[in-house]
């Protein structure tokens, strides 16, 4: 009789449970169906707020660190040392939108320090160097001519800050039409434009009048922002003077703002190569020397607000 009396207990511990566990997923269910129609509607208050007239600001941005040191680690050819690499990567902007203009400004920069220690050599560098060091400002004002297209002027700065500040040094001014096919696309087509180059000392640089393309992709893919940027200037007097710079960043929020970033660039400047080749002392000409594509990336743990 006790047999019996257990057995039945565990069919209806078995059933009971079986019941609980079936009204606890569909109530999950219910709960998830409230939550996704709660995301859309935030998606939806999100995207009005992103088209409200007004001014609107961000930035993202990468911190990478790696830091190292070794006592007597013998295997190796300086068993003593220390090492240290620091990144530091910002993507601020601000935007006003009304009804009959924009002005849109944005800004790179990126920098970067390395050592490398060997402490049992007292005459090497114990101090940080500087490595990486690009900074662009560009501001871009339009006057609306439809939804997509403007009469625009456009205003780019482009330089290093902790070493040779502005020199070289790029100021390119120019008016045209501005394209914005898409809210995260703006395309700038300004066939009237001055760069204007900044040098000192024996550095040789040639100022143009040339055309100014630019264009500039924002999007956030949820937890994913990608943003990429393209400027170009072609001069009229010599192609030669001409030169572009592409550069591209992407963040992923894994917590609280904090997450993964990478960004890479690419740039194509003869009148750079020149300069470099005669600071090391090479002969050549401006339209002789190689002109090897220049590159850089970061990756590291990044913070957006």
Request: with cysteine; net charge negative; aromatic share 14%.
């Amino acid at each position: 009789m006790k047999r019996i009396l257990t057995i039945c207990l565990l069919l209806v511990a078995t059933v009971s449970f079986s019941q609980t566990k079936e009204e606890l997923q569909s109530l999950k269910s219910v709960k998830q169906d409230s939550i996704n129609a709660l995301q859309s509607e935030v998606n939806a208050l999100k995207s009005q707020i992103d088209s409200y007239p007004g001014w609107h600001y961000g930035a993202f941005g990468t911190i990478g660190a790696n830091l190292s040191e070794f006592s007597n680690w013998y295997p190796q050819e300086t068993p003593n040392n220390s090492a240290g690499n620091i990144t530091i990567t910002v993507n601020p902007y601000a935007k006003l939108n009304r009804d009959t203009f924009f002005w849109y400004t944005n800004a790179n920069i990126n920098l970067s320090w390395v050592k490398f220690d060997d402490k049992d050599d007292d005459t090497d560098d114990d101090d940080y160097s500087q490595a990486t060091d690009v900074f662009t400002i560009t501001s871009l004002y339009g006057y609306k001519l439809s939804d997509k297209l403007a009469a625009s002027g456009l205003a780019e700065y482009r330089t290093t800050l902790l070493n040779n500040f502005n020199d070289p040094g790029y100021l390119d001014l120019g008016v045209g039409i501005t394209w914005t096919p898409i809210s995260e696309l703006v395309v700038v087509a300004h066939p009237l434009n001055y760069n204007f180059v900044f040098s000192n000392g024996d550095s040789e640089y040639e100022s143009s009048l040339g055309a100014k393309i630019v264009a500039d992709y924002n999007k956030a893919f949820g937890k994913l922002k990608v943003k990429s940027n393209l400027s170009l200037f072609q001069s009229y007097e010599d192609s030669n003077y001409s030169n572009w710079t592409w550069t591209n960043g992407l963040s992923y929020t894994v917590w609280k703002g904090i997450g993964l970033g990478f960004e890479f660039g690419l740039r194509g400047n003869r009148q750079e190569a020149y300069n470099y080749a005669i600071s090391e002392g090479t002969s050549t000409t401006l339209d002789d020397v190689d002109n090897d594509l220049q590159s850089y990336w970061t990756f590291g743990l990044s913070y957006g607000f």
